[in-house]
């Protein structure tokens, strides 16, 4: 690092290091771990290291303060992306229940259409049955009625007297059906 002025700035880290090679570099004392140390040396140098941190401290807390809220902001950001997913997803999900639904409910009307338009055709069916049943007999009384006017005007002609023929009681005329 350097300061404004151009000169290596010397952070923490430096301050301890070179407290780390002071206390290397100190005289031993023979026969034991201990050394020799300028006691006010090395209070100064722990002075500056004590004076340096809060500034280094307060510029950790901020980065973390401000690491902090990027992650809250993040965070938010995240579940309001994950809200509309979920949002679309269940529009989404009920636009094709709804569909769905749709199609089921299109289909059992289908159904129920073509059973209805069944049932139509075989009442149309059974009553045109009926009426031509009906009408067949109808054409085969008419049928016979004409055969024996027939048969009674070829017998009367071979008797030679052909008058008009009186009708029995027991037919009588009956009115066509209506169709």
């Known amino acids: 690092m350097t300061d404004i002025d151009g000169s290596k700035s010397v952070g ?3 301050r301890i290091e070179e407290i780390i090679a002071y206390v290397e570099a100190a005289k031993a ?5 201990s050394c020799k140390i300028d006691r006010a040396e ?5 002075e500056e290291l004590q004076n340096e941190l809060p500034a280094d401290i307060r510029r950790a807390e ?8 990027i992650i809250e902001a993040g965070e938010r950001e995240a579940e309001r992306i994950i809200a509309e997913g979920e949002a679309e997803h269940a529009r989404l999900v009920s636009r094709h229940e709804v569909t769905v639904s749709a199609e089921h409910e299109g289909n059992r009307i289908i159904n129920e259409a073509r059973g209805e338009a069944q049932r139509l055709r075989d009442e149309v069916d059974e009553y045109v049955d009926t ?10 009384r008419a049928l016979s009625g004409v055969e024996r006017g027939r048969d009674k005007m070829h017998t009367l002609r071979e008797i030679g007297t052909f008058t008009a023929p009186q009708e029995a009681p027991e037919e009588e005329e009956k009115p066509l059906p209506q169709f």
């Open 12 to 14: 923490p880290l430096d």
């Open 29 to 33: 004392v023979p026969m034991s771990r």
């Open 42 to 46: 090395l209070i100064a140098l722990v």
């Open 62 to 69: 901020a980065m973390l303060q401000e690491r902090d809220k």
């Open 131 to 140: 009426t031509l049943a009906n009408f067949e007999q109808f054409l085969h």
